[in-house]
């Protein structure tokens, strides 16, 4: 059974960089769309980024295109979100989702992941 766990999450200031990780394990994750969402506090979750199970389609929010990149190295099991130019408004919980069935692309809603990590938290504060 597939299980993700989330790293990389912490403070920083507005204008600073994290990278988030999610290590996957019990099954490969070759055949899995993997997603990034988010939840701040007081607001739904909502899909920020998604990436097909060969890597080779993504799709970004607009709010988060041009400074956020999705990667994954499905050999090692892992997920990557590069999130760049913090703003205050990226504050939120940050969860990686995967899912066998869902399809990332431009014309595509996220969907419903069947598969989540625990999440960690990402603040952006000076």
């Known amino acids: 059974q597939l299980q993700l766990v989330e790293s990389g999450g912490g403070l920083m200031p507005p204008g600073g960089s994290l990278r988030l990780s999610c290590a996957a394990s019990?099954?490969?994750?070759?055949?899995?769309?993997i997603a990034w969402f988010r939840q701040a506090p007081g607001k739904e979750r909502e899909g920020v980024v998604c990436?097909?199970?060969?890597?080779?389609?993504?799709k970004y929010i607009d709010s988060v295109k041009g400074r956020f990149t999705v990667s994954r190295d499905n050999a090692k099991r892992m997920i990557y979100l590069q999130m760049n130019n913090l703003k205050p408004e990226d504050t939120a919980v940050y969860y990686c989702?995967?899912?066998?069935?869902?399809?990332?692309?431009?014309?595509?809603?996220?969907?419903?992941?069947?598969?989540w990590g625990q999440g960690i938290q990402v603040t952006v504060s000076s």
């Open positions: 990436i097909s199970n060969s890597g080779d389609s993504t």
């Open positions: 989702a995967a899912d066998l069935d869902l399809v990332c692309a431009e014309n595509y809603a996220f969907g419903t992941y069947d598969v």
């Open positions: 019990g099954v490969i994750i070759d055949y899995y769309t």
